[in-house]
């Protein structure tokens, strides 16, 4: 078994550290490949994303990135290479649950996912300005709009409460957002099970606040994924909590909702949670060893209540002790 | 003085009929001029805002809106009538704001303002498919950016805490939400007393779930002031409260944030506050009425405080019933 490691820019070093160790004491054979992308490789190298990181990525078939930094302006030959990523690797689906964790500080009982659309929409980077008026392309297939729609039916026929909400705003963009709710009702109709409903992506906003124990499988388009789920990261205690794994032809890439941090990045006090529990769902849907999954979530939720945690959530534990804790409960 | 009242389509009739009495209880002498436009207009004479109900907008330059529905699907010839009359009178600025309420329901010492750019984004209507993909412009002007940027920063500076942070999503749309920010940057210049901010939507919608209290004016293009401001709504008790006021080149529409509610219409139980304080905002802002824009805002706060309140709060008043305590309350 291998995976490819891209730590990425600042706390993405930190917290990708800890999950890399505690993945290989949970997997003695695990083989770590060690790649390099983000705006310090852009810097030094004219690429964000290096043919080698790529290729070692396609590989391996499992990648674990940690964060990168973007420019605050527009840099000639930079793009994202956590979104080019995603789109080399055909991960076309971004499955981001909210769970709640044993915290004062989040909402009770939630138990959500939001299945992201990772691969079009507004993300396509088809973009033009003459300086007065810019335009930007968002594009919605079919195609793409039925693939993200099957995993999202599949994973709600598989949990309880079996039920899927098409997010999208087709009163103002019939066609775009209307092709991408059509095709998802669509690919529904083989999963009679599953409950289907719709909202606009305002009022699903307003829900999520209001009432987010109501969700179960929300379905998105990139970037109204992109939003709604920082907003139930913020319900469940921020994103220092927020796994993430992009699945698609058979490579996952598992990677924390949070970026990297500039602000706190190098003191070691990074919270490596979104980036273990992105690890977990690596080992549960992508190498389908969901034991070790569930003794790694567990592993987390019981620090977290005898109160073990990093500074953001207003402990005392360093990145590097928190994973050690993780490893000691693991060893148990 | 005139009004044009355009009540719509299900209880944005019910709580229109509330905020025009009490509007003319306010101002003796305000004309009443009622037209049509919704889903209903359009089933009834196939165009959803008529020349008769824009001209009269014009002619009267404050306009009260209430909701309209919109079809499920594409229906050719239906545009959305809000929008077109936003776009149609000029009026470029959306101003949202989210105050705390005296209600249990809602998160205290809420007192932030989003203004939402109006006329463009993806809401130009460019839209194209040919039933496999599907693609939409989001279009963004210097011109626009400037001009809502001014009405914020202008608000801001008038404000206790005179920030404003601008909301974009420049890492991914470096050109378009690049230039709203730039322009919006530029804006700001001129109010030197404004400390400026920015925010990606993404994590502006995880910031306002944890600490809205931190947010004083927020700008935001037009998509994104839609999805934020549904979210502050959810903050703050729901879109029974949620006013707006969208304000330009001297013609101004008081809205409520809500739509048409079909599931409740003609029940007469809908909840008039949001169209009261939009009326409030209409007093306060476009006709230059502060005294009375405080007296009826304090009518409502002094209602909710006694428990009265329609049933979407857990009151029991009807919205007529509602109504009539606000009169009540202003003839003391
Ligand atoms: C860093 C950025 C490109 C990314 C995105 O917008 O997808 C991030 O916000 C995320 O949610 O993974
Ligand atoms: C009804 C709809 C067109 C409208 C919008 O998207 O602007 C509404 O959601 C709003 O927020 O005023």
New binding site residues.
């Given amino acids: 078994m291998r995976l490819c490691v891209i730590a990425g820019d600042g706390i993405g070093r930190e917290v990708t550290e800890v999950a890399v160790e505690v993945l290989t004491a949970l997997l003695p054979g695990l083989q770590i490949m060690e790649h390099e992308a983000g705006w310090d490789t852009f810097c030094r190298t004219g690429t964000a994303l290096p043919e080698a990181t790529l290729a070692s990525a396609r590989a391996c078939k499992a990648v674990l990135f940690g964060a990168v930094s973007s420019p605050a302006r527009k840099v000639e030959g930079y793009r994202s290479p956590i979104v080019a990523l995603r789109r080399a690797l055909d991960c076309y689906a971004n499955l981001r649950p909210t769970r709640s964790l044993p915290l004062a500080a989040g909402r009770p009982d939630l138990d959500l996912l939001i299945v992201r659309e990772n691969t079009e929409d507004l993300y396509i980077g088809e973009e033009q300005s003459d300086g007065e008026t810019a335009t930007a392309i968002k594009r919605i297939t079919r195609h793409a709009s039925m693939q993200v729609a099957k995993v999202a039916f599949e994973l709600a026929a598989r949990r309880a409460r079996q039920r899927l909400c098409i997010i999208h ?1 087709a ?2 963009l019939p066609l775009t957002d209307g092709l991408f709710r059509d095709a998802a009702r669509a690919a529904g109709a083989n999963y009679p099970q599953v409950a289907v409903d719709e909202l ?1 992506v ?1 009022t699903a906003a307003l829900r999520l606040v209001q009432a987010p124990q109501a969700f179960d499988v929300l379905l998105a388009p990139n970037l109204y994924g992109d939003i709604l789920s920082d907003l139930a990261a913020g319900l469940n205690g921020g994103l220092g909590l927020a796994p993430s794994l992009s699945v698609g032809q058979g490579v996952a890439i598992a990677e924390p909702v949070h970026g990297s941090a500039p602000d706190i990045a190098g003191q070691g006090i990074a919270n490596p949670v979104a980036a273990l529990l992105s690890a977990a769902m690596l080992l549960r849907h992508h190498w389908q060893l969901p034991v070790k999954a569930d003794a790694l979530e567990s592993a987390i939720r019981q620090l977290l209540s005898a109160g073990i945690a990093t500074a953001d959530l207003g402990g005392t534990a360093s990145t590097r002790a928190f994973g050690r804790a993780v490893l000691a409960q693991l060893a148990r």
Same sequence: chains 1, 2.
Wanted: overall charge neutral.
């Fill in positions: 705003k009163n103002i606009l305002d």
